[in-house]
Each structure stands twice: as structure tokens, then as C-alpha cells.
């Protein structure tokens, strides 16, 4: 039983982090955790927030075993009463077990696959949009922006991500009219995809459907540029990390990814954040540090109104979320755990992604 909180006095609570601090996505859980930190600052310095955050962060080194014990680390170690992660869709759906079965709520920031909330049952909720809507964007965007009437599907084969949006494209675009002409897959850690991108030529569509995280991404663009395919690759938030440029080089430019956040921005809300976030840390956030910094509000709104640090009291604040103003939209938790929040569409540019389109 958590203490109960006094009168005005904050209800302090201890957050565990389970995040890709390390490993191929490192980049993400990093960004993630500058979010996360930035937001417990401003937190705890405003009384009327009601809480008082420590902050534990377990590394799950971007491997889905690793994932599991690093969230039974902050819930039997670290004793959090309340969990955010994971980033990427399959180390969050490797955690979600222990959530329920500890009865310790988790709140992903970042995981976008559809079955994560159905699967994770009452402690797992999302604060970001699934994978079916993303898909459904780009899909509607090749349709009537990029006038598609074909496409080329790649998959990266085992990564739940990565065939949701498959999945949800295609459905979308076939929907619309579009014709889906071939579907390929690769695998995590591939380096050379001229096998691959043959195919991809001699089907010649319009555009390609590459669903991917960055890594991977930014070597296949590369290579199919340098082997002559032109069209334009459209990709999910998977692709937003630097690296996508330090790997691609100047082949990045000219395609186009659905995004949670851009920080280009201009409401007030998205400036502040902006400013706040470079004068800390000397670079400008993407939607990593945007979705953690997020989190941590919400888990705040619902510790506050939970008013003791009790699990299952978190759990039920979480269920009821209203109308949180987040950097990212508003977040209200709907009867499925899920949110609804707009999306970006944004250009890849030189060295960064470019403001192209809200949705
Ligand atoms: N949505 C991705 C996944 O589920 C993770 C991600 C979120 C990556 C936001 C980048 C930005 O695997």
C-alpha cells in the first residue's frame, strides 16, 4: 500500500525506465531518456504538480530478453510503482507480461504495433498513435499527394513494427485503388540488399513502402539509389534518427516518413518544449525525446490524481487521463487504452527531416 499523501504535500512516486539505452537502437532509448529527464526536472520543481519523481532506468540493450529482465528489474529491484517503455514494438511486447503479472501499470511512449494494448491486457497503455493509423496516413498520402497507383512493399522479417505497418498499408492503399505489384523482405542487420533492390527495379512502381528502422533504411535507400531506382521510398516514425542521414549520406533526401512530432513547430507549446530541450542539451529533440518528455507528464497527471504512489491506483488515474496538453496533442485515454493524436507527414531533407504536412 502506498503511503497516503497529506494535504499538499507531494505524492512521491518512483518511475521505472525500461529503454534501448544501448545495443542498435541505442540512439532511441537515449533520446528518450533526455525526454524523460527534462520532464522529471520541471516536474518536481512545480509544487502544484503534486509529485515527486525518482527516476530508474534499467537498459534492455535493444534485445528482447534483455527487455523482460530489465523490467523485472525496476519493478523487484528498483521498486517502481509505474513503467515507461519500451521503444521499439518488440521489446515493449517482451515486457508487457511481467506488467501484468506484477499488476504494475506500463506506459508505452513510443511502440506503436496494434496488438500491444490488446495483448497486454488492464496495466499496458500507449500515449501514442498505432500502427494502423500511421500506415493508413502514408497509404492516403501515396494515394492523393504522391498520385501512386503502385507499390512495392519491404518488410523486415520478424520485426512486429515492421509487418504491422505491412499490414495496414497495404490494406489502405489496395483500399484506395492502389495496386500492390511485389513484397520483399529483409532482415535485421542486413548489409547488402542488391538482391532485393533488383526486384524492386524491375517491378518499377511508384512508390516503395519501407517500414523499417533506421539502420537498415538508411543502407537500403543508399544502395537503391546508387543502383538507379529512383521513386520515393515512404517509411513510419521508424525512420527518425540522425543516423538515418550519417548512414544514407545525400541519397536521404527527397522521401518521406509519418512522424509523431516536428519541431519546427511553431504553437507555443512545441516552442517552449524546443527551447527548454537545446538549451539543456545543445541539440534540437526529435520525436523520441518528445514522446519520453510526454510520458513522464502523463504518468505525473495520473500519480497526482491517483494521490499515492499505489500501482493499482496509478493504474486506474492512467485508464481516466483527460485532456493532457502534451507536446505531441492532447491526450485523453480511451476505454481501449489508446490515444488519439495527429500525425506529420515530413520530407527528408539534407541532414533532416523538413515539415511537409499535418494529418
Ligand atoms: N514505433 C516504433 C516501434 O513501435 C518505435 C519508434 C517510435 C521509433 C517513435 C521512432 C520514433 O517499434
Known sequence: PGKGAAANSPVEVTVGCNLELTGDVGSWGQDSRKGIELAAEEINAD???????????????SDVAKSKDAIKKLILQDNAQVVIGCVGSNYTMAAMDVARDERVPMVTHASTNVTITKKGGEYVFRICFHDDFQGEVMAKFALAELKAKTAVLLVQKGNAYSEGLIASFKKAFTDGGGQVLAEEAYQRGDTDYQTMITKVNSANPDVIWLPGYFNEVALIIKQARAAGLQKPFLGGDGWDDPKLYELGGPSIKGNYLCNHFDSNDTTPKVKEFVEKYTKKYDVAPGAMAALGYDALYCVADAVRRAGKADP??????????KNVETVCGTVTMGPDREVSKPAVVQRTGEKAHEFYKRQ
Open 312 to 321: 493499482k491506483a496509478i493504474r486506474d488515474a492512467l485508464a481516466t487521463l
Open 47 to 61: 509544487p502544484k504538480a503534486g509529485v515527486k519523481i525518482t527516476l530508474k532506468f534499467q537498459d534492455n540493450n
